[in-house]
């Protein structure tokens, strides 16, 4: 029998309703979360898969023909040898520098070093870095001390150096160095520095093993720098080891001469601080310590020359105290003069057990450009991979 027309649309519009509720109901269909139980997709396996790209992060200062600072380096421009090994070069790049300052203010034998120079190098230091850099600085003579922890603001830490800075009798370098190592475990790996303003004599009794510190200061990867006191120091260790002598300092320290009250009474106190008259040393002990000193800073002079050039860094030896002022704004501009040159290293990092030395190599490919690095890589342990910091500059 064949439908007739009224049929046919009945059927159309009893089709027309069944998809509109169809559609009413699966509209209404509360979404919840997925169901535990049921398996993983393929597309939920693959968002867990993590890749772990390892990376070696080396320091660089890029010289040109004349000595002077290149500005110009380009990754082309590099080779990067571990254990005589070529590596595959990743990138060249200027990034906020980590810079831990730190001051001697101790010891009585050596009457050149004084707390107000070391102070004004450290702040013409400070305030020649990037604003992006970040420092900290720690001082040490009878103890030693975090003056100012991890931060970017210059005029809070330059108001630090001005109150917290004072002097002590000892000295203890090799201390301050175990400590200055201690800071760098929530610091990223890549733009590390330690700048000293010391001689590098460790105060009577020393009692840490030099060398130890030393290798515990290149398992941070840092880059060591130096201002020394040595070579302006040697006048007045050979003036002291004299039995009449210039008298060029007061016993007593700055800072308790400069809380005196501004009461006209003191100034007789004031003028006897100030340097002058003739001093009669015949003390048989003070001219031993006296020579002992100056075998010792020779000694420091040398084993830290041989600290900066292994870590890539550099020791500046003023003869005036002029000089040592205008090197803390030095060190600051070869910081910030300096790349980040990363690589991923042929042999994995994680087949090592952290403390591995890997002996490092970096070469220039250009005709006239020198490049300067660290000599030896430690394999560090076990961290959460941090970013190094936005780069101010890249090349590729």
Same mark, same amino acid.
């Given at each position: 029998?064949?439908? @007739? =027309?009224?049929?046919? +649309?009945?059927?159309?519009?009893? #089709? ?5 509720? *169809? %559609?009413?109901? &699966? ?90 120079? @070391? =102070?004004?190098?450290? +702040?013409?230091?400070?305030?020649? #870095? ?5 420092? *900290? %600085?720690?001082? &040490? ?256």
């Amino acid at each position: 029998m064949t439908p @007739t =027309r009224n049929s046919l +649309r009945l059927a159309t519009a009893l #089709l027309a309703l069944l998809a509109a509720a *169809a %559609v009413t109901c &699966f509209a209404q269909r509360p979404v919840g979360p997925p169901d535990p139980t049921s398996p993983a997709t393929p597309q939920s396996e693959q968002q867990a898969i993590r890749t772990v790209t390892e990376e070696v992060q080396l320091t660089v200062t890029a010289l040109d023909s004349q000595g002077h600072l290149d500005p110009t380096l380009e990754l082309p421009d590099i080779m990067v040898l571990e254990n005589g090994v070529s590596q595959e070069l990743r990138s060249a790049r200027l990034v906020p520098a980590h810079v831990l300052i730190l001051l001697d203010t101790g010891g009585e034998i050596n009457s050149a070093k004084r707390v107000r120079l @070391t =102070r004004e190098i450290a +702040r013409h230091l400070i305030t020649a #870095l990037d604003p992006r850099d970040e420092f *900290a %600085v720690m001082q &040490f003579n009878n103890n030693v001390e975090v003056l100012q922890d991890w931060t970017s603001d210059k005029n809070a830490t330059l108001q630090t150096l001005d109150s917290k800075m004072i002097s002590g009798k000892r000295a203890r370098f090799l201390d301050a160095l175990v400590a200055a190592a201690g800071r760098w475990a929530d610091r990223p790996q890549g733009n590390r520095h330690l700048v000293m303003i010391t001689d590098g004599v460790q105060g009577a009794g020393e009692r840490v093993d030099r060398a130890a510190v030393f290798k515990e200061l290149e398992a941070r990867n840092v880059v060591v720098h130096v201002i020394s006191y040595t070579t302006v120091s040697r006048a007045a260790t050979a003036s002291s080891r004299r039995i009449t002598r210039n008298r060029d300092k007061s016993i007593v320290s700055d800072e308790i001469i400069d809380q005196l009250p501004s009461d006209h009474l003191w100034d007789p106190l004031r003028q006897a601080h100030k340097p002058g008259g003739v001093i009669a040393d015949i003390d048989p002990e003070r001219q031993r310590q006296v020579r002992a000193y100056e075998a010792a800073m020779r000694t420091s002079e040398k084993q830290l020359t041989d600290l900066t050039a292994e870590t890539g860094g550099r020791i500046w030896l003023p003869e005036s105290f002029e000089e040592m002022v205008d090197d803390g704004s030095q060190a600051a501009k070869l910081i910030d003069s300096q790349y980040v040159v990363s690589y991923k290293p042929r042999r994995a990092l994680a087949s090592s057990k952290p403390g591995e030395v890997r002996v490092i190599d970096v070469a220039s490919r250009r005709v006239g450009l020198s490049l300067v690095s660290r000599r030896l890589y430690v394999v560090p342990a076990r961290e959460t991979v941090r970013e190094i910091g936005r780069p101010r500059r890249v090349k590729n």
